[in-house]
């Protein structure tokens, strides 16, 4: 995923531009854990949502998989968002009218990659994984925010997408689970390309990369 | 997506509904009620008009008549015969019900009973104050009642003012003697269904009948409804009637005035249109909200790479079955309705809530008209749905 020359800037309410990020050119690559980090209100969640394809830059070129972003349609931006990219949310987004079971398989149901069989069975492998295999049929709010937050990995691996984006994943959670769910992303991390936004200075013992985002602008630490 | 898929989708959000869509799908309910009582009571009218075109019994309504002599025997009749298909039997009729007084066109007026304190609204003229005042109404006739036809009525209107010599029966119909009266004024007939009854003072009713020397006991020569049968079904009123006829016993079947049954389907269909606009403005509002209420799981839908249809169809699957949800409680309550008043109220308005049915079509077309509806609103709201991200969820 390479950026060029990313600029987002937003018009505030009372008519101001705020430059949330200024001129990001970075070469994001497969198999590296990434950290991004950065205080409240540098621009962390506005670049990985353009990363995420959810929101498109002010100007600058974004390549995703040599695609040029801007020149796709709605249409493939959301079968790229459903192909390679999965999401770990800090308020993990769940839909509290499924099962954790079936939120996972939520993103399979317009995916053609697999069976349903081995897509069940894939899951079921995922939640044994995590320690989940005895919740796969409890509603959110019957899991604890630990849970939750893993439900939606294995949410966003479902699909085997080649980027998993992962904005503050432990904001909301305690410290044993934060260490899980930073565990599990370092192991996906070996195949895939995992990006983590987060103000928590734990993630650099798991980060291969670590990134500063400050008053968007991106350095390498 | 698969469409088994988007109705597991669809009854999973039924299983969660919010108050919104809970007061949305009790209002669907009442409009599905209000549409489907309307045409079942139509269904009672439409079925008496189609017996009518194919010239049979229309109503299924028996009347038995004759004078009160008949009374008693009729009942002895009646309570021998056992008949499954009459539902209820009226008794319309005591022995001491009301006669009249009458006139017909050569002036002849037969004394038939005094009626005490009932004067009809008189709509000419004066009031009785004079011995030989008399009332009339304003058309009279001397034909049978039952084939009164207007070209025979004669016009006592006109003779406001004037007098009428009347020529007085006794009961085997000899002229006694002949007496003017002034008419003062006449009253509607038609309705009273009295064309051929005239009101003077009581103690001139009293003079004349002893004049006439006649010996009248209540109106026993007065032919009249005495009992009203409902039968359940038309094809069994023939064997009915031969029954009765065949014990001398006056029957007749009346006839329904086969406008009724059109006035009563364009209410019904105007009622429903009534109805579908409501329902729209109610469905206006409902999906103007139904946007922000489901942001949420639109835009998580959107994050986790959904396309723009297939939400569409998520969005539209889902609706459709809330609506099928009224639809089929509506229906049920219909029925369950049905059963209570033809239960308990059947011995009071047997012969019409017998007949209710159910008419699924119109509530079918309201149905339709609601998916429709639901569709045009969701292309309408693409805009809406494109503008709904993940990103703005914090914002809201
Ligand atoms: N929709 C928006 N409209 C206006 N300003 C915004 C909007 N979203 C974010 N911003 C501003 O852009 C900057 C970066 O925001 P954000 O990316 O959310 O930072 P972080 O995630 O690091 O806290 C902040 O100053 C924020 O106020
Ligand atoms: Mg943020």
Redesign the interface.
Known sequence: MKMEDIVKTYISKNGNQVKALNNINYNFKEGKFYAIMGQSGSGKTTLINILGLVDVPTRGKYFFNGLEVQKLSNDKLSEIRNNEIGFVFQHFYLNNRLTALENVLLPTLINKKHTKEEIIENAKKLFNNLGLESRMNHYPNELSGGEQQRVSLIRALINEPSVILADEPTGNLDYNNELEILKLLKEVSKKKCVIVVSHNPNIKKYADIVLNLDKGVLNEN | ??TK?LFLLGF??L??LSLRKKIFLVIQIVIMLLILIPFGFYSVFSNAAETIINNQYEFREISLYGTSNDYEKYKSVLNEYENNHIVYIDELATPNIRAYTSVDSRNNFILKRKIEGFVPEVTNGNELNNKYDIICPEMATDVNFEELNYNDLINLEEKIGKTINLNFLNSDDELVFSQEFNIVGTYNADFYYSYDTCYILNNTFDEILSKINSDLKEDSDTVKDLFILYVDNNENVEEITNYLENNDIMVSVPKLDDKIVNYILLLSIFIMIILVITSIIILINYFKNYYKEEY??IA?????????K?IIKIIFIENILLIFVALIVSIVLFIFLKIIVTLYLHQFVAFRIVEIRLSIIPLFIYYLVIILLNYVFLKIDINEI?SM???R?GEL
């Not at chain 2, 998580?300 to 723009?308: D, R, T, V, W």
């Open positions: 997506m698969k898929e999973k959000s299983k969660f949420y799981n998580l839908y959107k994050a986790l790479g959904f396309k723009e297939d494109s991200s993940i990103k969820i």
